[in-house]
Protein backbone atom coordinates (compact mmCIF):
# COMPACT_ATOMS: atom_id res chain seq x y z
CA UNK A 1 0.00 0.00 0.00
CA UNK A 2 0.55 3.56 -0.56
CA UNK A 3 1.43 6.07 2.55
CA UNK A 4 -0.14 9.60 0.87
CA UNK A 5 0.94 12.78 3.30
CA UNK A 6 -0.19 16.19 2.00
CA UNK A 7 1.50 19.73 2.33
CA UNK A 8 1.06 22.73 1.42
CA UNK A 9 -2.12 24.17 2.74
CA UNK A 10 -2.62 27.47 4.54
CA UNK A 11 -4.44 30.44 4.64
CA UNK A 12 -4.59 32.85 1.26
CA UNK A 13 -6.37 35.64 0.33
CA UNK A 14 -8.75 35.56 -2.19
CA UNK A 15 -6.91 35.51 -6.21
CA UNK A 16 -4.10 34.12 -4.35
CA UNK A 17 -2.23 30.75 -5.00
CA UNK A 18 -1.23 27.63 -2.92
CA UNK A 19 0.78 24.27 -4.64
CA UNK A 20 -0.83 21.53 -2.72
CA UNK A 21 1.81 18.55 -2.87
CA UNK A 22 1.12 14.63 -1.84
CA UNK A 23 4.27 12.56 -1.01
CA UNK A 24 4.26 9.27 -1.16
CA UNK A 25 5.57 6.16 -0.17
CA UNK A 26 6.05 2.57 -1.61
CA UNK A 27 8.17 1.49 -4.82
CA UNK A 28 4.71 1.56 -6.71
CA UNK A 29 3.61 4.86 -7.17
CA UNK A 30 3.20 4.92 -10.93
CA UNK A 31 0.51 2.19 -10.88
CA UNK A 32 -1.67 4.35 -9.20
CA UNK A 33 -4.07 6.49 -10.62
CA UNK A 34 -4.42 9.65 -7.90
CA UNK A 35 -6.96 12.66 -7.09
CA UNK A 36 -7.65 15.41 -4.83
CA UNK A 37 -10.86 15.86 -3.09
CA UNK A 38 -11.84 18.28 -0.81
CA UNK A 39 -14.65 18.34 2.15
CA UNK A 40 -15.91 21.85 3.89
CA UNK A 41 -17.51 21.62 7.00
CA UNK A 42 -21.23 20.21 7.00
CA UNK A 43 -20.40 19.33 3.47
CA UNK A 44 -20.04 15.98 1.15
CA UNK A 45 -16.32 15.28 -0.07
CA UNK A 46 -16.30 16.58 -3.56
CA UNK A 47 -14.12 15.66 -5.79
CA UNK A 48 -11.35 18.21 -7.53
CA UNK A 49 -8.74 16.65 -10.01
CA UNK A 50 -7.60 13.48 -10.94
CA UNK A 51 -4.77 11.94 -13.14
CA UNK A 52 -4.02 9.02 -14.97
CA UNK A 53 -1.01 6.68 -13.65
CA UNK A 54 1.07 7.66 -16.36
CA UNK A 55 -0.19 11.34 -16.20
CA UNK A 56 -1.57 11.35 -19.70
CA UNK A 57 -5.08 11.71 -18.87
CA UNK A 58 -6.30 14.48 -16.45
CA UNK A 59 -10.15 15.51 -15.09
CA UNK A 60 -11.17 18.72 -12.92
CA UNK A 61 -14.21 19.20 -11.39
CA UNK A 62 -16.00 22.30 -13.14
CA UNK A 63 -15.98 24.16 -10.27
CA UNK A 64 -11.65 24.42 -10.28
CA UNK A 65 -11.36 24.00 -14.05
CA UNK A 66 -9.21 26.93 -15.31
CA UNK A 67 -7.64 27.35 -12.31
CA UNK A 68 -6.04 24.26 -10.49
CA UNK A 69 -3.98 21.91 -12.10
CA UNK A 70 -2.98 18.71 -11.50
CA UNK A 71 0.17 17.35 -11.75
CA UNK A 72 2.79 13.99 -10.91
CA UNK A 73 6.30 12.94 -10.73
CA UNK A 74 6.48 9.53 -10.86
CA UNK A 75 10.46 9.57 -10.02
CA UNK A 76 9.98 11.79 -6.90
CA UNK A 77 6.63 9.73 -6.08
CA UNK A 78 4.36 12.77 -5.94
CA UNK A 79 1.62 14.56 -7.43
CA UNK A 80 0.99 17.88 -6.89
CA UNK A 81 -2.40 20.93 -6.96
CA UNK A 82 -1.55 24.20 -8.09
CA UNK A 83 -4.26 26.48 -7.16
CA UNK A 84 -4.69 29.83 -8.46
CA UNK A 85 -7.39 32.36 -8.79
CA UNK A 86 -8.44 31.23 -5.34
CA UNK A 87 -12.11 31.76 -4.04
CA UNK A 88 -13.06 31.76 -0.55
CA UNK A 89 -15.61 29.05 -1.69
CA UNK A 90 -12.30 26.89 -2.30
CA UNK A 91 -11.71 26.52 1.61
CA UNK A 92 -11.78 23.23 2.82
CA UNK A 93 -9.60 20.27 3.77
CA UNK A 94 -8.13 18.95 0.64
CA UNK A 95 -7.32 15.08 0.27
CA UNK A 96 -4.82 13.14 -2.08
CA UNK A 97 -6.05 9.51 -2.65
CA UNK A 98 -4.92 6.99 -4.66
CA UNK A 99 -5.94 3.81 -6.34
CA UNK A 100 -4.16 0.94 -7.98
CA UNK A 101 -4.98 1.24 -12.03
CA UNK A 102 -4.48 -1.80 -14.34
CA UNK A 103 -4.68 0.99 -17.06
CA UNK A 104 -2.65 3.69 -17.84
CA UNK A 105 -5.05 6.50 -19.61
CA UNK A 106 -7.95 5.73 -16.75
CA UNK A 107 -8.65 8.03 -14.42
CA UNK A 108 -11.33 8.39 -11.45
CA UNK A 109 -13.62 10.85 -9.97
CA UNK A 110 -15.41 9.26 -7.45
CA UNK A 111 -14.10 9.03 -4.26
CA UNK A 112 -15.40 5.68 -3.30
CA UNK A 113 -12.65 4.91 -6.36
CA UNK A 114 -9.87 4.98 -4.28
CA UNK A 115 -8.84 2.94 -1.19
CA UNK A 116 -5.84 4.95 -0.10
CA UNK A 117 -6.34 8.67 1.46
CA UNK A 118 -4.03 11.22 3.22
CA UNK A 119 -4.83 12.68 6.15
CA UNK A 120 -5.80 16.04 4.88
CA UNK A 121 -4.32 19.72 4.26
CA UNK A 122 -6.42 22.45 5.28
CA UNK A 123 -7.32 25.57 2.70
CA UNK A 124 -8.16 28.90 4.22
CA UNK A 125 -9.35 31.89 1.74
CA UNK A 126 -10.08 34.75 3.22
CA UNK A 127 -12.92 37.57 1.88
Known amino acids: QVQLVESGGGLVQAGGSLRLSCATS????????MGWFRQAPGKEREFVAAISKSGGSIYYADSVKGRFTISRDNVKNAVYLQMNSLKPEDSAVYYC????????????????????WGQGTQVTVSS
Open 26 to 33: GPTFSSYA
Open 97 to 116: AARFSAYSGRIYDRHTAYDM
